[in-house]
């Protein structure tokens, strides 16, 4: 009676996969209670009821996190949004960033990559620039640590122009790396990121308001997955990677990324960028390295040489605990070369696949100058 009572509970915890963790501990001490006289005659059978239900829990576990987590994002915690409104707040912004902002007004594009450079040409700060919701209102996304630097920079071109500069405490960045469930945009400014598609979706959202209240079976990436993604594929993002006042456009791949217009008319640095599209080739570009192992003594602008110990180029960012950083090397040197290195650490870099297939001129021009 014993064995058939044991063969039973088997059988029973076996086919009950749908089972919480809890009603099978349950049914385990039930049948501890009962059988514990007879345990001694019937281990063998004991450790197959166990082995069952331990087979039982973790395919229910299993289950439940798949069934859990359907989008994965990650709050973007160094981002930050300044407001732009105002009867002139398009035209004002027009002549002071690299990309055309008729692209968000006539051609109804959610958001846009641009950059604001200083007169000589160098990049000052990086930004998304998403459409508002209300009208004649700009959202600019750029790293939180030039929030501030940025509205000053804004507020000293507005002149008597009709236009309001603030910060936007209320609206916080998000990046979604699963696609959204319908209907989210109509709770929250949604787009997908304008410069590389595999780099996800981007979300504003209400502090007043929970994303994953309005996301289901949402799961919050709490390492910085975004900036190894990013370094994955070669993009570089904010003050870290792109030091405000020492970096030009074109070597940080804004024409790539669609951030600049070669077609609008002048803005603060234009003369310089659109020389350099026209006339020469971008010899230097950000482009993805790999490390071969982890380091914690890595030190951003550390030089990366060839195997004959020339200058290829330098770190621009790393991210600590992994092997990605993102290094402004040139080009044709650094892809021919047979082994790169930042001091003895060993890296790798390729050609991004998301860039543009080069004209022949281009090839040409950087074959020559290598």
């Not at 003050?239 to 008319?265: A, I, Q």
């Amino acid at each position: 009676m014993a064995l058939e009572f044991l063969h039973f509970s088997c059988k029973q915890i076996e086919s009950t996969t749908t089972c919480s963790t809890i009603e099978l501990n349950l049914s385990l001490q039930g049948t501890i209670t009962i059988l514990t006289p007879l345990l001694p005659k019937v281990s063998s059978m004991w450790r197959s009821i166990q082995a069952v239900a331990l087979r039982s829990v973790a395919a229910s576990s299993v289950r439940r996190v798949h069934q859990k987590c359907t989008v994965n994002a990650q709050e973007l915690k160094g981002r930050a949004i300044v407001k732009v409104s105002g009867l002139d707040a398009g035209s004002y912004l027009q002549g002071l960033m690299t990309n055309d902002i008729k692209h968000l007004d006539e051609d109804n594009n959610p958001n846009m990559y641009c950059m604001f450079l200083n007169r000589q040409g160098r990049i000052l700060y990086d930004a998304i620039i998403h459409s508002s919701k209300e009208s004649g209102s700009y959202l600019i996304e750029c790293d939180a640590e030039c929030s501030e630097s940025l509205a000053k920079h804004l507020t000293m071109f507005r002149v008597r122009r009709k236009v309001v500069i603030s910060i936007e405490e209320t609206l916080k960045p998000w990046v979604l790396f699963d696609q959204p469930p319908e209907g989210l945009s109509n709770e929250v400014i949604l787009a997908r990121d304008p410069r590389v598609k595999e780099l996800g979706w981007r979300v504003l959202v209400d502090s007043n308001k929970s994303l994953s209240h309005l996301i289901k079976n949402l799961c919050v990436d709490n390492t910085d997955r975004y900036t190894e993604l990013r370094y994955k594929l070669g993009v570089g993002e904010g003050s870290r990677d792109m030091p405000p006042g020492t970096c030009f456009p074109l070597e940080c791949n804004c024409d790539y990324l669609h951030g600049v217009s070669f077609h609008k008319g002048c803005y603060l640095g234009q003369e310089l960028t659109a020389r350099t599209y026209h006339t020469g080739v971008t010899r230097k570009r950000l482009m993805p390295v790999v490390f071969q192992q982890p380091s914690d003594s890595i030190q951003l602008e550390s030089t990366i040489s060839d195997e004959k110990g020339q200058r290829v180029g330098k770190l621009r960012g790393y991210l600590h605990g992994s092997v990605y950083g993102l290094g402004l090397l040139r080009i044709q040197q650094a892809l021919s070369s047979s082994q790169l290195k930042i001091d003895s650490n060993l890296i790798e870099t390729h050609r991004p696949a998301w860039w543009p297939i080069e004209a022949p001129k281009d090839r040409a021009q950087l074959e020559s100058s290598s």
